[in-house]
């Protein structure tokens, strides 16, 4: 079983529509929670950052984690075609500099 | 946020030859850089962590003799795959700590932009 789980779509929704992307996770040990953005042939980019349980937003995106379910999620408000990438889930026991591991990604594709 | 630079960002190569990434923070210092390895439609995978006057610290299945890891300085780490085969084909990232600012702030990871390796 991988420590984190995450469907890899790809999840094709109408511009204007709300996102929502999961992930699981079995690791109960892990405290910081992140979401990155990477587009074709990029490096990923730090989207939102929570630590422990509760509800986090900035702008469009609000991040979930609900500790006691091992489950985290990202909504995107009114999305853009240029929301269109693969969204990472992550996770760390440590402080979110220590070591990172990765969902698989989902692939989100917002149609104008 | 910070500046992390990759250099190439691509790279053709044949197979047995050795091939040389380069990971630079522009703006700041990293006392710590990672280094990933992302397949085709897979995750990032961490290879090892790479300290500043230090040896690397390698992940499980990951060979320290194949893949050298250099941070000579604190602004500039390197990758190394020797010998490189077709299987070592893949987008290899690195990424740099920042440490929290002073007063507050958390510290976190900066991701570079990426080097595509083909071997043929």
């Known amino acids: 079983q991988k420590e984190v789980e995450q469907d890899p779509g790809p999840l094709s929704v109408p511009e204007g529509a709300i996102v929502s992307l999961n992930c699981t996770y079995s690791?109960?040990?892990?405290?910081?929670f992140m979401w990155y953005r990477q587009y074709s042939r990029k490096g990923p980019e730090l989207l939102m950052y929570t630590y422990s349980s509760g509800n986090k937003e900035d702008g469009r995106f609000t991040a979930q984690v609900d500790k006691s379910s091992k489950y985290i999620s990202l909504f995107i408000r009114d999305s853009q075609p240029s929301d269109s990438a693969t969204y990472l889930c992550?996770?760390?026991?440590?402080?979110?500099?220590?070591?990172?591991?990765f969902g698989s990604g989902t692939r989100l594709s917002i149609r104008p | 946020g910070a500046v992390v630079s990759q250099h190439p960002s691509r790279v053709i190569c044949k197979s047995g030859t050795s091939v040389k990434i380069e990971c630079r923070s522009l703006d700041f210092q990293a006392t710590t850089m990672f280094w990933y390895r992302q397949f085709p439609k897979q995750s990032l995978m961490l290879m090892a962590t790479?300290?500043?006057?230090?040896?690397?610290?390698?992940e499980q299945g990951v060979e320290k003799d194949k893949f050298l890891i250099n941070h000579a300085s604190l602004t500039l780490s390197t990758l190394t795959v020797t010998s490189a085969h077709p299987e070592d084909s893949s987008f290899y990232i690195c990424s740099a700590r920042v440490p929290g600012l002073a007063g507050g702030g958390r510290e976190t990871q900066y991701f570079g932009p990426g080097t595509r390796l083909l071997v043929l």
């Open positions: 992550a996770m760390s026991v440590g402080s979110s500099a220590s070591k990172i591991i």
């Open positions: 790479s300290n500043e006057g230090s040896k690397a610290t390698y």
């Open positions: 690791n109960s040990a892990f405290q910081y």
